[in-house]
């Protein structure tokens, strides 16, 4: 079974933070993905990578970077912490191959005030 | 226009009735598309993934696909409580995979 492993479930941070959510999926999978889910507005994309060193922004990349230094770890970084981006964060991975399906984590709620 | 499309929810359907729930994405060079179901406070998990068009059958779920309309639809038949969840219709170009902001669906008993 693919395993994608989102460490933090349940996050508050105050405004102006650095905040890290790591992921890690456990099949060798090349791609890996960071949304963001908001009621209404469905699963937005934020970053994806294709490869170790590799990213591409999504829809949404402003005020988010990311970090992928090993293939297994994807790494997503709010700068500076603000509360429009409290919100349901959602990891993903998938086999290079761009129909291959995706997998996700649990997901990371988080709250910042 | 938003990249990826479905019909406004919720929508309720008796249980052991058809649910129908579409999707309209924009891109036309679109490969391949994936029905996903997400129950409240978990993180989506796949239906069923449709590449070519026409029908594709699972169990009680069919996809149907038609590139030239750029639509993609679910049938649910003989729906069940356990159906009552959002569904997420994601659409996929090159490495982005792209998703509509879903339809909730409640099997009333």
């Known amino acids: 079974d693919v395993k994608v492993t989102q460490s933090s479930r349940y996050l508050v941070k105050r405004t102006g933070e650095k905040v890290f959510l790591e992921c890690v999926q456990d099949?060798?999978?090349?791609?890996m993905f960071w949304y963001r889910q908001d009621p209404g507005l469905g699963l937005r994309l934020i970053y994806f990578?294709?490869?170790?060193?590799?990213?591409e922004k999504g829809d949404i990349p402003e005020g988010y970077s990311v970090s992928r230094e090993k293939k297994e770890r994807f790494s997503l970084i709010l700068e500076s912490a603000s509360t429009n981006q409290t919100s349901m964060y959602l990891c993903?991975?998938?086999?290079?191959?761009?129909?291959?399906?995706?997998?996700f984590g649990e997901g990371s709620w988080l709250t910042v005030v | 226009q938003k990249e990826v499309e479905q019909n406004s929810g919720p929508l309720s359907v008796p249980e052991g009735a058809i649910a129908s729930l579409n999707c309209t994405y924009s891109?036309?060079?679109?490969?391949?598309f994936f029905w996903y179901r997400q129950y409240s406070g978990k993180s989506p998990e796949l239906i069923m993934s449709i590449y070519s068009n026409g029908d594709k059958e699972d169990g009680r779920f069919t996809a149907q696909l038609n590139k030239a309309s750029q639509y993609v639809s679910l049938l649910i038949r003989d729906s069940q409580p356990s159906d009552s969840a959002t569904y997420l219709c994601?659409?996929?170009?090159?490495?982005?995979?792209?998703f509509g902001a879903g339809t909730t669906v409640t099997v009333r008993a």
């Open positions: 994601a659409v996929n170009n090159d490495y982005k995979l792209s």
């Open positions: 099949m060798d999978h090349e791609n």
């Open positions: 993903a991975s998938r086999l290079g191959v761009a129909g291959n399906t995706i997998y």
């Open positions: 990578s294709y490869d170790v060193k590799m990213k």
């Open positions: 891109d036309r060079g679109s490969q391949s």
